[in-house]
């Protein structure tokens, strides 16, 4: 049985940082890539970040552009977000997921596990 565990979700202030965590077991991480998805109140759930199955290949929304980081730890069966300059709009709760394809991609169709999500708020 596949399972996904996020973790490192808080309360944090505009400006500062967090750094999400994904852990993975039930099936060989290696072999798939991994997504990170939010959901706010209210709101649709909407693509955040994806990263390749080696690492090589990445994909973000345009309003978390250089200001988060996918990456990932095929060792340690580990996907991480890392977000920098939080701003109150990237208040949601934020979900992992595994993607059996072949490239990074934005398309929600394209996971089929998920995680329970971790909450993250940004306080003006």
């Known amino acids: 049985q596949v399972q996904l565990v996020e973790s490192g979700g808080g309360l944090v202030q505009t400006g500062g940082s967090l750094r999400l965590s994904c852990a993975v077991s039930?099936?060989?991480?290696?072999?798939?890539?991994m997504g990170w998805f939010r959901q706010a109140p209210g709101k649709e759930r909407e693509f955040v970040a994806a990263?390749?199955?080696?690492?090589?290949?990445?994909a973000y929304a345009d309003s978390v552009k250089g200001r988060f980081t996918i990456s990932r730890d095929n060792a340690k069966n580990t996907v991480y977000l890392q977000m920098n300059s939080l701003k109150p709009e990237d208040t949601a709760v934020y979900y992992c997921?595994?993607?059996?394809?072949?490239?990074?991609?934005?398309?929600?169709?394209?996971?089929?596990?998920w995680g329970q999500g971790t909450q993250v708020s940004v306080s003006s």
């Open positions: 990263i390749s199955r080696s690492g090589r290949s990445t």
């Open positions: 997921a595994t993607n059996p394809g072949l490239v990074a991609t934005a398309t929600p169709r394209s996971y089929d596990h």
């Open positions: 039930g099936r060989t991480f290696s072999t798939y890539g």
